[in-house]
């Protein structure tokens, strides 16, 4: 008599990517005419922000600096209002054809312009410019020393333009906007606000949803697996230094138009709203009324036990 192979487990691999793959199509797909609205908008929201996050922090990209384009003098290829990637190289590194950022002062921008020609004198690297829109090139000469860096170039040309800089168009002003206190405020604070909500609602409501399903199987686990579960007294706690945190930060960022300060203001705040809705989801197990037809709930006659 042949034994029969034990049954496969999902703690395998395979099985372990078929629940993950289960939780993000959960996670991504939409269910219900809210959840594809909510996905929207999350996504347009996603779309506005990224292009302001990366001329922020332009680290993100592996870039160092960013600067706003003022002038016409790169068009077509870069128009006044774009906002150029840069990334910081060695004048030896620098090419015929390259675009690049140099010069600028406290008092004048500094210039972006392709490289034409390079140069020896007295023993430093020079380099000829010129704006693809000007009909000759820049009177002086660009000295190694005052390189800012070689604008970025993406794998692919940009369809209509036929170049690969790395540009990104038309935030140039809101982002010269944004760094003003009532720019920073409409352009940065309130949208981090308003996905900090929505992202919290969305987490009130999975939670109300999950507790519902559970409540019919709780009642046979509970006797089996153990619960645990912090003091509301250090909930409170983290509750209080989140928002102390968080509003700190948030006016820190107001004042000095620190987009890097305002997110992580914004994380501290919401970690404190997603700790106090734990609080408001686990205590409303505890003010239900008890299941009038469970017998175990109901009153028992003095002598009678149920079993």
Same mark, same amino acid.
């Given at each position: 008599? +042949? !034994? +029969? ?8 691999? /395979? ?20 959840? @594809?609205?909510? %996905? ?18 332009? *680290? ?34 620098? !090419? $015929? ?7 600028? #002062?406290?008092?004048? /921008?500094?210039? =972006? ?7 020896? *004198? ?15 090139? &820049? ?6 020393? =005052?390189?800012?860096?070689? $604008?970025?170039? %993406? ?11 790395? $540009?990104? /168009? ?11 206190? %009532? ?14 909500? +929505? ?11 999950? =507790? !519902? ?8 686990? #509970? &006797?089996?697996? /153990? =619960?645990?579960?912090?003091?509301? #007294?250090?909930?409170? $706690?983290?509750? @209080? ?13 107001? *004042? ?43 009153? *028992? ?7």
């Amino acid at each position: 008599m +042949s !034994e +029969s192979e034990p049954e496969s487990s999902d703690v395998t691999e /395979p099985g372990r990517l078929t629940r993950l793959g289960r939780l993000l199509r959960a996670k991504l797909v939409p269910s219900t005419p809210r959840e @594809a609205v909510h %996905l929207l908008a999350l996504v347009i929201l996603l779309a506005i922000v990224i292009p302001f996050v990366i001329f922020a922090i332009p *680290q993100v990209v592996g870039a160092e600096q960013s600067y706003v384009v003022l002038s016409g003098s790169m068009e077509p290829a870069v128009s006044p209002g774009d906002v150029v990637i840069v990334n910081a190289v060695p004048a030896s590194a620098v !090419e $015929v054809g390259d675009v690049i950022t140099y010069g600028g #002062s406290q008092t004048s /921008p500094p210039t =972006t312009h392709r490289v034409i020609d390079i140069q020896q *004198q007295d023993g430093e690297l020079v380099f000829e410019t010129k704006g693809d829109n000007n009909e000759n090139a &820049d009177i002086a000469l660009t000295p190694a020393s =005052t390189l800012r860096g070689k $604008v970025m170039e %993406l794998p692919v040309s940009i369809p209509g333009n036929g170049h690969n800089l790395f $540009v990104i /168009p038309f935030i140039g002003y809101v982002a010269q906007f944004a760094q003003t206190q %009532l720019g920073f405020l409409l352009l940065v604070g309130i949208p981090l606000f308003l996905l900090a909500v +929505s992202e919290f609602w969305r987490f009130i409501t999975l939670s109300r949803e999950e =507790t !519902e399903k559970r409540e019919p199987e709780s009642a046979t686990e #509970s &006797d089996e697996q /153990p =619960t645990y579960s912090a003091p509301q #007294s250090w909930i409170f $706690v983290g509750v @209080a230094a989140l928002a102390g945190a968080g509003g700190f930060g948030a006016h820190y960022a107001y *004042q000095n138009q620190e987009p890097v300060i305002a997110a992580i203001a914004v994380g501290a705040l919401v970690g404190g709203i997603l700790l106090a809705a734990m609080l408001v989801v686990q205590a409303e197990p505890a003010n239900q009324e008890p299941d009038s037809g469970d017998p175990a709930a109901q009153p *028992q006659p003095d002598g009678e036990v149920n079993q």
